[in-house]
C-alpha cells in the first residue's frame, strides 16, 4: 500500500532522461523534485524488485536514506530513494530535477 505524504525536494543528486524513464545520479549539486509516499515496510521488498535494486548488489539502482525536504517548509525528514549507480552512456540532463514539470512542458 502507497500513501501519499507531500511534495518536496532532496539535495545532492541530478536527474538523467533516459528515455522511457527517468534515472538519478549522485551529484555535488543539485535537487530533485517529487512526491513522498509512505509505503508498509512488508511491501519493500516489492519496490525493490520493481526499481531493480539487489540487496547484494549487481541491480541497476542503490537504495539510500537521504533527508526529505517537505515543500511547506517543515523539518527535514528521512527517506529511502533509488538512484543509479553506475552510468549507463550519457543521457540527457533534466536541469530542474522535475520530471513532472518536464512533461508537461512536451
Same mark, same amino acid.
Not at 526499481?51 to 533527508?67: H, I, P, Q, S, T
Not at 529511502?80 to 530535477?97: A, D, K, N, T
Given at each position: 500500500t502507497m500513501k501519499p505524504v507531500c511534495h518536496g525536494f532532496i539535495k545532492g543528486f541530478s536527474m538523467l532522461n533516459m528515455g522511457a524513464f527517468t534515472a538519478i545520479v549522485p551529484a555535488l549539486f543539485g535537487t530533485i523534485e517529487g512526491e513522498l509516499v509512505e509505503i508498509d515496510e512488508k511491501d519493500l521488498p516489492r519496490f525493490d524488485q520493481y526499481?531493480?535494486? +539487489?540487496?547484494?548488489? !549487481?541491480?541497476?539502482? %542503490? +537504495?539510500?536514506?537521504? %533527508?526529505f525536504? =517537505?515543500? %511547506?517548509?517543515? &523539518? =527535514?525528514?528521512?527517506?529511502?530513494?533509488?538512484?543509479?549507480? $553506475?552510468?549507463? !552512456? $550519457? #543521457? #540527457?540532463?533534466?536541469?530542474?530535477? &522535475?520530471?513532472?514539470?518536464?512533461?508537461?512542458?512536451?
Open positions: 526499481e531493480g535494486y +539487489r540487496v547484494n548488489g !549487481g541491480g541497476l539502482y %542503490d +537504495r539510500k536514506e537521504v %533527508d525536504y =517537505p515543500g %511547506d517548509g517543515e &523539518d =527535514p525528514c528521512k527517506a529511502w530513494v533509488y538512484f543509479m549507480h $553506475r552510468e549507463y !552512456g $550519457r #543521457p #540527457p540532463l533534466i536541469p530542474s530535477g &522535475d520530471w513532472a514539470g518536464t512533461l508537461k512542458k512536451e
